[in-house]
T-cell receptor
Framework: EDKVVQSPLSLVVHEGDTVTLNCSYEVTNFRSLLWYKQEKKAPTFLFMLTSSGIEKKSGRLSSILDKKELFSILNITATQTGDSAIYLC?????????????FGTGTRLQVTL | NAGVMQNPRHLVRRRGQEARLRCSPM?????VYWYRQLPEEGLKFMVY????????ESGMPKERFSAEFPKEGPSILRIQQVVRGDSAAYFC????????????FGDGTRLSIL
């Protein structure tokens, strides 16, 4: 059975701290790994990773994939209270033109003043 | 440039009633996916559709649940004879036909069963 595991489950940090969120996976026929940010409503797309070792960066957020060790990390530097959210990791399988996403349970990040 | 549109945002039903959830994909997207999120759990895949076709319904409960994506109009997720355990947030996502594109999500419908 395909599995995506995120750690830690929850995290409380002070504004300005740097955080690293982890995502490991065991799936057949991997295509890509995606990160989403979920606040009160829609999960918002952050990154899609398909190749090992190539960092994707957007502002204070960055992510990298290791296809040999089957994991990804999401880094957030200089955290702000607006970064408080649930961060979801998902894996897409290589099954034709499109496929379902298998999600982890998420990491709940709280950034305090 | 509207994103994925879901309605209603909140839906309250009594046990035994029917629930209909609607989803209009982003402009230019031909693939629609439905996910369910139970309290304190991750999103679970339910069904993947293209226009007039169900491609993968491996996550749909065998009874009471059905989905469609007609040639005209939104995709509909229908739950018949709802039970308390159907209370959840139901999210719709869409993606374009081009291979390997990310899915973009709507704001979800929060279904509450009394």
């Amino acid at each position: 059975e395909d599995k995506v595991v995120q750690s830690p489950l929850s995290l409380v940090v002070h504004e300005g701290d740097t955080v690293t969120l982890n995502c490991s996976y065991e799936v057949t026929n991997f295509r890509s790994l995606l990160w989403y940010k979920q606040e009160k409503k829609a999960p918002t797309f952050l990154f899609m990773l398909t190749s090992s070792g190539i960092e994707k960066k957007s502002g204070r957020l960055s992510s990298i994939l290791d296809k040999k060790e089957l994991f990804s990390i999401l880094n957030i530097t200089a955290t702000q209270t607006g970064d408080s959210a649930i961060y979801l990791c998902a894996v897409a399988l290589n099954t034709g033109t499109a496929s379902k996403l298998t999600f982890g349970t998420g990491t709940r990040l709280q950034v305090t003043l | 440039n509207a994103g994925v549109m879901q309605n209603p945002r909140h839906l309250v039903r009594r046990r035994g009633q029917e629930a209909r959830l609607r989803c209009s994909p982003m402009k230019g997207h031909s693939h629609v996916y439905w996910y369910r999120q139970l309290p304190e759990e991750g999103l679970k895949f339910m069904v993947y559709l293209q226009k007039e076709n169900i491609i993968d319904e491996s996550g749909m409960p065998k009874e009471r649940f059905s989905a469609e994506f007609p040639k005209e109009g939104p995709s509909i997720l229908r739950i018949q004879q709802v039970v308390r355990g159907d209370s959840a947030a139901y999210f719709c996502a869409s993606s374009p036909q081009r291979v390997g594109q990310p899915q973009h999500f709507g704001d979800g419908t929060r279904l509450s069963i009394l």
